[in-house]
């Protein structure tokens, strides 16, 4: 019988891989990494708690990880093929992020691990990005994009062979898992060599510059990885002094207490060296490198709350430095509620329950209230991280290295039956992903104490 290699350990090698190779090719990034090394163990060093609060829940030794990657992809082949490809290792489309909002062509989903034991293994998601050739209007660039889109292969062969093997056997072997690594790295890598021609290169751009990105190559180039910081205020306040040009704020919530969703941060793209057909020399500019630092997965109510927040804020902190941004930002944000028991009893966030060893000792609980539970020390409720992508950060790193702001022409277009037939499966939806691990872990915590489940 042959043995399989689980589908994590394939992610974890693939993740190391990419990481690898993004720090040859783009220098920068090493630095970056570099930087949130040293805020991290500064942070560990001045905050002790927080230290045996990560050594206790397993995070120490994956701290360095990658936590996400993203990419843009041109073709609904591309997508459904890099679906298969994500599968291998254990990375499923969860979200549907539609960017036309935010004025840039594309619609998008996270490629990521599921249930608890993979996240904690590692969590290494991908951002993938279909572009949107039906939001151009000009009919020949939309023809003449396709045209070119319609050349090219993303995929090795010994990928699209390995591919179909995983999908055979259930996985693959030891030796074939490294051969996908290295086949599929290849899908990922930057060429410096465009597939067309100077002129065509800037009539594509001047549609719009993500076109000209997602077209002109011979692959959907890693655009950035992004490895978790401890504080994003201080590593973005350093960047500068390590030669990097930061985006001008961090997008996502202010600072808190209780962290909630998702901070992000990143160097804008650096202008690199490209050769194009007829041997002419020209510049293109995509890739970067990211920081981030989640909190705890709102709710349906949590997250209307946030949205309306930040909405509320929006005109205020246009414009403003970071620190006047976050400053005002912390202002808007004083609405959202900032302990674990006011998030966890307004229903604002999802939170994983656990029986302590008093409770399961204690013989069956006569209090069925959770909230009491928990005062008596029965039970305790540990918040769980997001996971996930936040469509107006998002567009802000995707604005912040395109150059000004998107096309109003785009807006109000989501599709995700579209997008969803253009992956060839349907996208998992990310609050049913929380609710029921909340679900089932309340369930268990309280069947440990002889009480049936809540309806
Ligand atoms: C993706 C930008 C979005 C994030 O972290 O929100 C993203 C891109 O530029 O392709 O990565
Ligand atoms: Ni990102």
Redesign the pocket.
Known sequence: MTTLVSHHEIRDRFSKAMSAMYQAEVPQYETLLDLVAEVNRETLERDPELAARLKAHDELNRLGVER?G???VGTPAELTMLRRLFAVMGMYPVGYYDLSEAGVPVHSTAFRPIDDAALARNPFRV?T?LLRLELIESAEMRERATDILAERDIFTPGARELIELSECQGGLTDEQADRFVAESLETFRWHQDATVDLETYEALHAEHRLIADVVCFHGPHI??L?PRTLDIDEAQRRMPAAGMNPKEVIEGPPRRDCPILLR?TSFKALEEPTRFAGERQGTHTARFG?I?QRGVALTAKGRALYDRLLAESRQRTAGLTNEEHQRVLAEAFDDFPDTETELRRQGLAFFEYRPTEAGCEAGPATETEVEQLIEQGLITARPITYED??PV??AG??QS?LGGNGSEAYTGHANREAFEAALGAPVTDELTLYAERERSSLDAALASLGIPPVR
């Open positions: 996400h993203a990419i843009r951002f990005s655009n950035h992004t992000q990211e981030e992508f936040l950060s998002a790193i995707f290295n």
